[in-house]
């Protein structure tokens, strides 16, 4: 709500303003993100009187049988979930305490990630600590990555189907992570989506030449990607990968269309109306072949066993349906 008088209060004065000549245009925002309150937990015993003595987060612990307890005397505290923070309610967290145990990227990354920027965030130091889990592994990436030394030129005519899909995959989240920081402002969504590209990375076998050259593409738009958010680290990471300029003056990584070009697509086989199978074929494969290989399927047999295939409906690009009786 407190966002929401300030937007009524800036409009008032810009529009004043318009009123006495001093700006031409009519509003003073052409787009305005009203940021969520931060929420924490709420602690307070009653007083002789009936009054609440709130007490901070960090002056609360859980006891064995999972209640709270204040670590001073050990006896229990009464909790009033979740609220914003607040001086009155005793419940702000200070972030410097958590920026001296995990650092301020840590701290970045988990406000980012936490909830989507209009929303109310709900603090959490095990939230905090999965950001500093993701942050060390991209390091340990990077850094695994470089250790085998200079990778090589990137031959794109010389890529495995595994090398492809990871390429692929990449292209779609530069694409998609460019949209969520421009256009829809879902950096948490942007994130989530690095976390998933950094765990198909994972998986690829780095020890080949294409490999390596294919694994450099993706670490450097790793950090480029996540720069925005977790600047130190970043920086830290894009000189180790052998750029002179800082990152924030690097390049944002360029979608290349011919890697989001798919030879094959994976598409559902219903029978009477319930999944039961998916099969890969070519993205012009024709009806026919498509038909055969979805009534040749192992499963799509199962269920099909001693009956009459009544009707076989392809749709392109999304499903096959077997219609048996």
């Not at 009653?46 to 999972?66: C, L, M």
């Not at 979930?81 to 607040?86: F, H, Q, V």
């Not at 292209?171 to 920081?181: L, N, P, R, S």
């Not at 099969?279 to 399927?297: P, R």
Request: glycine share 6%; proline share 4%.
């Amino acid at each position: 709500e407190h966002a929401i008088l300030h937007l009524l209060y800036s409009r008032f004065f810009h529009k004043l303003m318009r009123d006495f000549g001093l700006v031409e245009c009519d509003e003073p925002y052409e787009r305005l993100l009203c940021q969520g309150m931060v929420l924490a937990d709420c602690f307070y015993r009653e007083d002789e009187k009936g009054g609440k003595v709130w007490f901070s987060p960090t002056e609360v612990d859980t006891d064995a049988n999972g209640g709270f307890v204040l670590k001073s005397d050990g006896q229990p505290v009464l909790h009033d979930g979740m609220s914003k923070m607040s001086k009155s309610k005793n419940n702000g967290i200070d972030p410097q305490v958590i920026i001296d145990q995990h650092g301020a990227d840590t701290v970045r990354l988990f406000m980012m990630f936490a909830a989507p920027p209009e929303q109310s965030l709900e603090w959490s130091d095990s939230g905090v600590e999965g950001g500093n889990k993701f942050l060390r592994k991209i390091w340990r990436m990077v850094i695994g990555h470089l250790q085998k030394g200079t990778a090589p030129a990137l031959d794109v005519s010389a890529l495995n189907d595994q090398q492809k899909d990871l390429r692929r995959k990449l292209h779609e989240t530069i694409a998609k992570v460019k949209d969520d920081y421009d256009r829809r402002l879902t950096f948490n969504t942007a994130i989530a989506a690095v976390m998933e590209l950094s765990n198909h990375m994972t998986k690829l076998d780095d020890d080949g030449n294409q490999s390596r050259a294919v694994m450099q593409e993706a670490v450097e738009a790793c950090v480029l990607m996540l720069a925005p958010i977790t600047p130190h680290v970043c920086h830290t990471l894009w000189q180790k990968l052998g750029h002179e300029e800082p990152v924030i003056d690097a390049t944002w990584p360029v979608v290349d269309e011919s890697a989001l070009v798919r030879d094959a697509i994976e598409m559902v086989v219903q029978v009477n109306g319930k999944v039961r199978a998916k099969i890969e074929v070519g993205v012009d494969e024709a009806k026919d072949s498509i038909e055969a290989k979805a009534l040749a399927n192992e499963n799509v047999q199962k269920f099909t066993a001693g009956k009459h295939i009544a009707k076989v409906i392809v749709v392109p690009g999304k499903l096959v349906s077997v219609v048996a009786k």
